[in-house]
């Protein structure tokens, strides 16, 4: 392909009513000329373009050219989006950079953003995540961010989300994003009964049917309730509950509603209501099912639960955390209706942030800077992970990040030879000092809280100018539950069983070294190997590697 041909191919497109155009070829990701030859020319003529190669690095004609289309297919309207709102904040005297939030957690400048506005998908849930991690300090848990219609749920691992490609109608893409699933059950879902209880909750809410929750009800406005069945929406199935007063005013049970009469919610709780209210509304369907007002609410809450459940454990399967070392992590106005009794049924612990109601902005407030590059490099060498982690900056700085607060992991694949280079760092503007500095007490408080055993039976193993590493009063050569803790109060890392050694820079490969064979598991031909934690000043530098060259 040559300047004139790539011309003419802009041409017939655009005389066909095109407006945006894609340009991807096999192999792109080692040589993107061709792909670069369409964006200039399309560029000349003022018409939108997204390069494949520019999106992922990644090998996958199909799956890369799939990612690209969909990130084609909002970049006018994003790019307006944009642009608008970059007027909007410099209109109003704003003169720090503009930040977008990413659905991967980080954020990136705007004019990152105007190139890949894929990066945006799922940047809600993601911001609340975030949220989180600065309020609670999560390091392992399940979080749920829970609405009036949907609650997205996710993972915190390490202290970080987990992050996966999304799936997009369907079909696998390369948009890195966090590894949420949404279910169509949150705190305004309606009930679904019969004659012998509750068939079903959700997924339509009383938002979708336009109706009130009858927990959020004056006690006044419940007179003479009776039951009716209805569909929300046609096709639905029409034995969704609604109840219906004398005055002919109408409302509807909900998640809420149950969690507020089985005294699930405190009243410090956004999710909190009038029980009179609740208690009123419920009892005609109580009679209808000939049970009582408490266990049609144990009913409600028992089938979310069924629907919620193989979501907590398929996260917990897939991420290897451990049963004793989750904790259920709630966010949204609704969280309180569902978590509360989660928690007790999974018998974990829960916890409910500060502003739990707003955190995703907040979230959005402290996020970090985040980018990835990735690659596939069958036994990738020392000069190779060097180049890839060398990229992952230079792309961090480039989407707003001071050099200084960059920190990069890196991810190697053995099955699927790929490696991921991710960088996180701030922005200059960047608040730092968010929690005050905790002492060495305090950071054994946090811990033992978190091991779930008494403080005196928490022991501070080592500690530099800016960690401290706890463990339980097992001997000190021995592997046993391991929390790193920063100087703020945060878990950074949480590990069931594990060992720490103190050493200088000098002899830090043979200490590795060591840990790499004492604390090896074998299991008939396989070997696994430990994961690492390295304190290195202010940072926890984490890898997973099978092959110690790679380490």
């Known amino acids: 392909m040559n300047k004139s041909s790539a011309e ?12 945006v155009l894609v340009a991807s070829m096999a192999f792109g990701v080692d040589d993107d000329g061709p792909e670069n030859l369409i964006h200039k020319a399309s560029e000349a003529k003022n018409i939108s373009t997204t390069m494949a190669s520019d999106i992922t690095k990644l090998y996958g004609l199909t799956r890369r050219t799939r990612t690209a289309a969909i990130n084609a297919s909002i970049l006018p309207k994003m790019l307006d989006t944009a642009n608008s709102t970059e007027e909007s904040v410099k209109g109003a005297g704003v ?4 930040m977008i939030m990413r659905g991967d957690g980080g954020v990136m400048e705007i004019s990152e953003m105007k190139k890949r506005p894929v990066l945006t998908m799922l940047s809600g849930p993601a911001a609340s995540v975030i949220g989180s991690l600065m309020y609670l300090r999560a ?46 059950c949150a ?9 012998n209880g509750i068939i079903d909750v959700g997924p339509r809410s009383a938002h979708i ?6 927990v959020y009800t004056d006690t006044n406005k419940i007179n ?3 039951v009716e069945f209805f569909s929300p929406k046609p096709g639905d199935p029409d034995d969704y509950v609604k109840i219906v007063n004398e005055d002919g005013s109408e409302v509807t049970i909900t998640n809420s509603c149950a969690a507020n009469i089985l005294g699930l919610v405190s009243e410090d709780h956004f999710s909190y209501g009038n029980v009179e209210s609740a208690r009123k509304a419920f009892q005609p369907l109580a009679d209808y099912c000939g049970s009582t007002v408490e266990n049609i609410a144990e009913q409600i809450m028992e089938a979310s639960y069924r629907k919620i459940e193989p979501i907590i454990t398929g996260f917990a399967e897939k991420y290897k955390l451990e049963h004793d070392q989750i904790s259920l992590v709630g966010v949204g106005g609704g969280a309180a209706s569902l978590i509360t009794y989660f928690s007790d049924k999974y018998k974990v612990r829960y916890s409910i942030p500060e502003n739990a109601e707003v955190i995703s902005s907040i979230g959005v407030a402290l996020s970090m800077v985040r980018d990835v590059v990735e690659r596939i490099l069958p036994s990738p060498t020392k000069d190779d992970i060097r180049a890839l982690k060398n990229e992952a ?10 050099p200084e607060s960059v920190e990069i992991h890196v991810e190697i694949d053995s099955q699927t030879n790929k490696v991921t280079a991710i960088a996180t760092g701030a ?12 002492d060495e007490q305090e950071a054994l408080t946090l811990a033992a809280e978190d091991i779930r055993v008494q403080p005196n039976e928490t022991k501070l193993i080592e500690k530099n100018p800016s960690f401290f590493v706890f463990g339980t009063n097992q001997k000190t050569d021995a592997a046993g539950p391991l929390r790193i803790v920063d100087k703020k109060g945060f878990i950074k890392v949480q590990r069931a069983h594990g060992k720490c050694i103190k050493v200088t820079v000098e002899n830090y490969f043979e200490a590795t070294q060591y840990l790499w064979e004492n604390m090896a598991v074998y299991e008939s031909e396989i070997v696994s190997r430990p994961d690492f934690y390295f304190c290195i000043g202010a940072r926890v530098v984490d890898f997973v590697a099978n092959d110690f060259t790679q380490l």
Do not use: C, W
């Open 393 to 402: 900056l230079n792309k961090a700085v480039e989407s707003g990040a001071t």
């Open 139 to 184: 390091s392992n848990g399940v979080y749920f961010e829970v609405g009036g219609t949907t609650t997205n749920i996710g993972v915190i691992k390490n202290g970080r989300p987990a992050i996966d490609y999304s799936i997009v109608g369907g079909h696998p893409t390369y948009i890195s994003s966090l590894d949420v699933r949404v279910v169509g």
């Open 8 to 19: 003419d191919a802009i041409q017939r497109l655009e005389d066909k009513g095109a407006k």
């Open 427 to 438: 922005t200059e503007v960047k608040a730092t000092d968010l929690t005050k500095v905790v």
């Open 224 to 226: 003479n309730p009776h």
């Open 95 to 98: 003169e720090v950079p503009l």
């Open 187 to 195: 705190g305004g879902s309606m009930v679904r009964a019969n004659k």
């Open 209 to 214: 049917a336009g109706l009130g929750y009858t």
